[in-house]
């Protein structure tokens, strides 16, 4: 792998960590709040949790692409 790979693995690799933060602690918060909100705030946490777990799946395939292609993506 080249630095440029390891660097967009990186970025990658930080903004799932943040999302998957945040979208637990909206999970976390939706047990606690009451009335109508529960459900949009649950479903809200989990969806943020999966959309950041599908980023990370498509940071992860991008090298191999490059590799695969023999063409570097500019950026």
């Known amino acids: 792998m080249t630095e440029k790979q390891l ?3 990186l970025f990658f690799k930080k903004l ?3 999302g998957l933060f945040l979208g637990f602690l909206v999970f976390l918060s939706s047990f606690f ?3 109508p909100s529960a459900p949009y705030q649950l479903s809200i ?3 943020i949790m999966v959309s950041s777990m599908l980023l990370f ?3 992860m395939f ?3 692409m490059e ?3 023999g063409e570097e993506i500019n950026e």
């Open 45 to 47: 946490g989990i969806s």
């Open 62 to 64: 991008l090298p191999l």
């Open 57 to 59: 799946g498509f940071g």
């Open 16 to 18: 799932t960590s943040i």
């Open 7 to 9: 660097k967009n693995l």
């Open 33 to 35: 709040v009451s009335g």
């Open 67 to 69: 590799e695969v292609s």
